[in-house]
């Protein structure tokens, strides 16, 4: 079976600061894993995705994360952030069939200026 | 290009009673998801439809129905709806080969009195 843990559920950082939102994974097979953002009210918007290619990973934003198949982590990670980056990001590990996917509960990010 | 659209985007319920959410993607996509959101547990799988003509279940499906009218539309149907279906619902497409790329809607969001 497969699933995701978000280790914090709310993460505050100080703009011009480092952003790290961390991702524990568990999976009988080798995944696909994403990290989606989600602005207040809106919907989801795909921020990066490992596929088996490149462990380390960019996205959109200036985002990056890094798999890690040892400490089965993908912890999102953005060198300094900015107000803009204020919202929910949920980690996301694929099904074996690649049609269903499992999402983490949620990591609230606030940006404080 | 609309991408995913969904009505309504609110809608207030009594327990009992049914209503059909609509979801319409313009991007030529196989595969469309509904997920439910709820506070503190991400989003859970309703139903998904891999491609026209196929409907399959997801992590929670009890209490509800799906429909892959066509290639661009896919509802879901509660015909008796109950307080605990009091929730954020998104709808998603993506494309074959392209795992875990999906497009959300902007949500509708359900309350049962």
């Known amino acids: 079976a497969q699933s995701v843990t978000q280790l914090d559920s709310h993460v505050s950082v100080s703009e011009g600061t480092p952003v790290l939102l961390r991702c524990n994974y568990s999976?009988?097979?080798?995944?696909?894993l994403f990290w989606y953002v989600q602005h207040p009210n809106k919907g989801l918007q795909l921020l990066l995705k490992y596929t088996s290619a490149a462990t380390l990973v960019k996205g959109i934003n200036g985002f990056e994360a890094e798999f890690k198949k040892s400490e089965t982590s993908f912890h999102l990670t953005k060198p300094s952030a900015h107000m803009s980056d204020a919202a929910e990001y949920f980690c996301v590990v694929s099904g074996i069939t690649g049609n269903q996917f499992y999402f983490g509960t949620g990591t609230s990010l606030t940006v404080i200026p | 290009n609309a991408g995913v659209t969904q009505t309504p985007k609110f809608q207030v319920l009594k327990t009992g009673q049914s209503m059909t959410l609509q979801c319409a993607q313009d991007?030529?996509?196989?595969?469309m998801y509904w997920y439910r959101q709820d506070p503190g547990m991400g989003l859970r799988l309703i139903y998904y439809?891999?491609?026209?003509?196929?409907?399959d279940k997801g992590e929670v499906p009890n209490g509800y129905n799906v429909s892959r009218l066509n290639k661009r539309e896919f509802s879901l149907r509660l015909e008796s709806a109950a307080p605990s279906q009091t929730s954020v619902y998104f709808c998603?497409?993506?494309?074959?080969?392209?795992?875990?790329?999906?497009?959300f809607g902007p949500g509708t969001r359900l309350t049962v009195t």
């Open positions: 998603a497409s993506s494309e074959w080969g392209v795992v875990g790329e999906q497009y």
């Open positions: 999976s009988s097979y080798s995944p696909s």
């Open positions: 991007m030529n996509h196989n595969s």
């Open positions: 439809s891999a491609s026209e003509g196929t409907t």
